[in-house]
């Protein structure tokens, strides 16, 4: 009776009560939705991760080995994570297609031989192959097609290079400059050519960390074998001339600049045109087509003779920069 | 008995309580089966997402096969933490069942070759899509 007679203090406590219940409702609610959503944060941080782990897995498939009975190569981790090589496919050129599985582990910043592995090779085979990693990246080796035949696997310097392109081998006549546009010399094909005076240019590479001196001796050696069937014969002998030569005449003769007694400098790694019209190496005169109309092939070999500059020694060098095949037709 | 009013003043209290509370109770309990309600369909979009985003498919590689009829074989992997049930095959932006079982439950770590009959043209490129029942998407253009 003493409770009913306090009605505030009865109302106070069930509204209380209610007011708990709701709170912890509340709460329950919020803390439930916060689990949840670390929950999904951090299964998408995983994925991240895994993620972040496929893209700099990273290898190179070198030294692909050939005349062998089965594949050898290897691999070399450059990647930040560890890679597992699970996958092999192996394609023939002939359509053949082969998968084999592979079980090798290599660790980030290390190299790997895989050797003696996929189908038996003949000689004659031509195929490519991929390697597949349990993080599904898969990798090639840079040569597109691998021959399983033997070759020649050295490598030869060489101190010259001509590029063969449209501007690397031209001429000039009598009465012409340098001035652009000036005639490629692969193919001269034009009856007015018989009997003219001509300079031909290559443009050639000096591959040598230093600079070079070319010397008088440089000449370009025309050889055909149309003149006899069954012999070689030279068909135009010419030496180095001065950069930039025109044809003169002077006193009934057709004449050139010759090279200047310094000889003609290739700096390194830097290409010059190099010109040849003299008949002689000390003499000025320029070479003449045949007067006659003539219809030949030739074999053009350049052959540069060098000295590298501020060499001690001065040890005199020879090279071949290039054998060109040319037509001349004047008919 | 002479008292009257204060019988009736008690009757109605206890009847007022007893009312606050069941109501209050019923009140409560739709409260709380809203709230369990909401609880279980989150729950549900929550679990889904989750599953979704720990699997994954890659396509590793695709050989179109010369032969009468052609035919593409396309090599599916599992780089996911969860199983992958493979349901569609695209090629070209054209659905095509492949040979075998289908749909396929992917393991993980696992791979799959999916071949299907295709007359593929050499020099033409092919969009070859691998979907799951999840809603994941391996994706590549390749050309035989």
Known sequence: MNLLSKKRGVSGIISGVFLVAVAVMVFNVLAWQFFQADAYNRIFHE???????????????????????????????????????????????????????????????????????????????????????????????????????????????????????????????????????VKSAW???????????????????????????LLSGCNMLLVTPDIEASTM???????????????????????????????????????????FSQTAENNTFATQLDANGENRN?????????????????????ATAAIIAMQIKTT | MKQKKGISTIVATILTINMAIV????????????????????QIQYMLIGERAQEAIVIENVWFETGTPKKITVFARNVGVREAKLVSIYVGGSSYTPNGTWPYTLTVAGKVALQITYAWASGESYLIVVATARGNQARGEWTP
């Open chain 1, 47 to 181: 994925r991240q991760l895994r993620e972040w782990e496929r893209y700099n897995e990273r290898l190179i498939i070198l030294d692909v080995a050939v005349g062998t009975e089965r594949l050898n190569f290897t691999v070399k981790n450059y990647g930040a994570v560890s890679a597992h090589v699970v996958d092999l496919f192996f394609g023939f050129s002939n359509g053949t297609h082969l998968y084999y599985a592979l079980d090798v582990w290599i660790a980030s910043g290390t190299t790997k031989r895989i050797a003696s592995v996929g189908p038996k090779l003949l000689l004659s085979d031509v195929y490519d192959f991929k390697i597949g990693t349990e993080r599904g990246n898969v990798f090639a080796p840079a040569q597109q097609s691998i021959y399983n035949q033997l070759q020649p696997t050295g490598q030869q310097s060489v101190p010259f290079t001509l590029t063969f392109v449209t501007d690397a081998f031209q001429f000039i006549l009598y009465g012409e400059t340098w001035n652009p546009p």
């Open chain 1, 298 to 318: 030739y074999s053009n070999y350049v052959a540069i003779f060098y000295k590298i500059k501020n060499d001690a020694s001065g040890t005199i060098f020879g």
């Open chain 1, 233 to 275: 014969k030279i068909g135009y002998r010419m030496y180095i001339s001065n950069e930039d030569t025109t044809i003169t005449y002077e006193q009934g003769k057709y004449k050139v600049q010759p090279i200047p007694s310094q000889g003609q400098v290739i700096p390194a790694g830097k290409s010059r045109y190099v010109y």
């Open chain 2, 23 to 42: 109501m209050g109770g019923i009140m409560m309990a739709w409260a709380m089966g809203l709230i369990g309600s909401y609880q279980g369909g989150t």
């Open chain 1, 187 to 213: 193919y001269i094909n034009n009856p007015a050519y018989k009997g003219k005076h001509i300079v031909f240019r290559v443009n050639i590479t000096n591959t040598y960390p230093s600079d070079v001196v």
